[in-house]
């Protein structure tokens, strides 16, 4: 779900399970500028709300760079972007902000770390950062 044709391929299923849409988008680094522009105008029109979060391989590019380019799509798309830059705490954001029947999609890099959050966040229990402040 890194690109506009995935993204508008899944959308629509998950807005039929009905509440709010949220979704958190990335793209890897090594993608055009205009293609992260055009995924985060389509996100704009797919989702209630959309959270611009980075991947840890960031391929060449400057932290930040592509999720900044992604919201400068959805905010050319009409939408108002909320950049988090790391993946889980994207996650933990969206997930705070949603109320019971939202739906919130993720479109991750690592299915490990999300899971766990899922988890963490469905016992109550907070997730430990490691070293570097991930979990």
């Known amino acids: 779900g890194h690109n506009a044709h995935a993204l508008s391929s899944v959308a629509p ?19 055009r500028d205009e293609d992260a522009l055009e995924l985060g105008t389509l ?4 989702f209630d709300d959309v959270y611009c979060k980075e991947d840890h391989d960031r391929r060449g590019r400057p932290q930040g760079d592509m999720a900044l ?11 108002r972007p909320k950049v ?32 766990e959050e899922i988890s963490h966040q ?5 997730p430990e950062a490691d070293a570097l402040g991930r979990v």
């Open 13 to 31: 299923s998950l807005r039929s399970l009905g509440g709010s849409l949220r979704g958190v988008i990335g793209m890897p680094g090594d993608r």
């Open 43 to 46: 996100a704009a029109q797919l």
């Open 69 to 79: 380019r992604i919201a400068q799509g959805v905010r050319a798309g009409g939408g």
């Open 84 to 115: 988090v830059l790391d993946e889980c705490e994207a996650l933990r954001e969206a997930l705070r902000e949603s109320s019971p029947g939202d739906v919130v999609a993720v479109f991750y890099e690592e299915l490990g770390p999300v899971l």
């Open 122 to 126: 469905a016992s109550g229990v907070k």
